[in-house]
């Protein structure tokens, strides 16, 4: 399996950007559809995830600014980001998981500026 990220962006405080994440390979009709993110020096921390069954969550810190969408038929998942902070600056990672494993992608940079 593999997952590549694309919508690397630079963007000003309180603006927009969506990141998107397609997968191919063996790809089961059960998974969850992960965003990560990470800050040099500090740990991967979840951001939201979105299973096939549309069950959903969101880190305390991005709920009612971000949304996860993902397409089953074209194994995608995109995470819209609105209402940016500073603090919302780091590497996104998508994830997915199945019964065979835990598959990552590359990671994509996400600067907010002030």
């Known amino acids: 399996v593999q997952l590549v990220e694309s919508g690397v962006g630079l963007v000003q405080a309180v603006g927009s950007l969506r990141i998107s994440c397609v997968a191919s390979?063996?790809?089961?009709?059960?998974?969850?559809l992960r965003w990560y993110r990470q800050v040099p020096g500090k740990q991967l921390a979840l951001v939201a995830y979105?299973?096939?069954?549309?069950?959903?969550k969101y880190a305390d810190s991005v709920t009612d600014r971000f949304t996860i969408f993902r397409d089953n038929a074209k194994n995608t998942v995109d995470l819209q980001m609105n209402s940016l902070k500073p603090e919302d600056t780091a590497v996104y990672y998508c994830?997915?998981?199945?019964?065979?494993?835990?598959?990552w992608g590359q990671g994509t940079q996400v600067t907010v500026s002030s």
């Open positions: 390979g063996r790809i089961f009709s059960v998974n969850t």
């Open positions: 979105l299973t096939t069954s549309r069950a959903t």
């Open positions: 994830s997915l998981r199945q019964t065979m494993g835990n598959y």
